[in-house]
């Protein structure tokens, strides 16, 4: 029997023979971009992009978002009334915990089609201190030595929220700036001692910590242990690079198309990560 009529053939990826373009990402590194390019002016102070697990929440009922929408979908900012809420069960976080140690050891095989994952396990001691504006001050510690490690003000610049309502976790995009600053006065308005593993992948974070909040305010009362899992872009001066260069007509196609390279490996990893969220998200 001839089969070769009813093999396919190779095809084009369109009729101009381009792949369209992906508006999803492009959406996430328009916003991205928009958030450098007008980021307030602070000599030395770093931009932090970061992709966090969670859930959204209805602010009225508490339940989990629920959109006429079958795949991931991003929230027109300050459109829909709910909350981003981070912390996961430690169910979820030993689940992430064993899928990040195993891909560790599977990326340092030579046979594995990526460069492979590191990972550092660091203790720290975040203090924060009330400012004159909105922002607090953090000063971060090594937990062991007690060494101050860096003092800065963190200024959240925008959020993007995606919902993905065929996993058990949606996620938010968050730009930042963290702007060094000198030791605050007086004592500190809460404590959070973090329990981090951090897989390092090419210019990638990936942090899964364990948070035990302590609050001054009621000190008698027990720490609040919350379990968390990001993905952040590891270099802000490249970043700053890249997002200078976006579109320049008198650069190189490669350093030209480097920004939105950059924001699809982030925007592929943070999908991963949400893909492989196990059933109850807080179970």
């Known amino acids: 029997m001839n089969t070769a ?3 396919l053939p190779p095809l084009s990826l369109s009729i101009l023979g381009v792949e369209p373009l992906d508006e999803f990402i492009r959406e996430i590194a328009d916003f991205v971009h928009h958030m450098i390019a007008t980021r307030p002016v602070h000599p030395d102070a770093k931009v932090e992009v970061e992709a966090k697990l969670g859930v959204l929440r209805d602010r009225i009922s508490g339940q989990r978002l629920m959109l ?3 795949v991931e979908t991003i929230l027109i900012p ?19 915990n064993t899928m990040l140690n195993d891909l560790k050891l599977i990326s340092s ?7 492979p994952l590191e990972y550092t396990h660091v203790k720290v001691v975040d203090s ?13 510690r090594e937990e062991k030595s007690n060494t101050v490690l860096e003092i800065t003000r963190k200024i959240r610049l925008g959020d993007l929220n995606i919902y993905s309502p065929k996993r058990a976790a949606d996620w938010r995009v968050s730009v930042s700036l963290e702007v060094p600053v000198s030791h605050p006065i007086g ?3 809460h404590v959070r001692r973090k329990d981090r593993i951090c897989y390092s992948h090419e210019e990638f974070n990936i942090d899964l910590t364990q948070v035990h909040s302590n609050n001054n305010a009621t000190p008698n009362a027990p720490p609040e242990v919350l379990h968390e ?8 001066g490249l970043l700053l690079l890249a997002a200078a260069k976006r579109g320049d007509p008198n650069v190189s196609e ?14 592929n990893n943070a999908r991963i990560l949400v893909k492989n969220a196990s059933d109850g998200w807080h179970t």
């Open 5 to 7: 009529g009813s093999s």
């Open 68 to 70: 006429p929408v079958l």
């Open 78 to 96: 300050n459109e829909v009334d709910v909350r981003f809420e981070s912390n996961m069960s430690l169910t979820q976080h030993k689940h992430f």
């Open 109 to 115: 095989q030579p046979s594995h089609p990526t460069s």
């Open 128 to 140: 924060f201190y009330s400012s004159e504006d909105r922002e607090k001050v953090r000063v971060t």
């Open 187 to 189: 004592s500190p308005t």
């Open 229 to 236: 899992l990001e993905v952040e872009i590891a270099r802000p």
């Open 254 to 267: 490669l350093e030209r198309n480097a920004f939105d390279e950059l924001i699809r490996s982030f925007v």
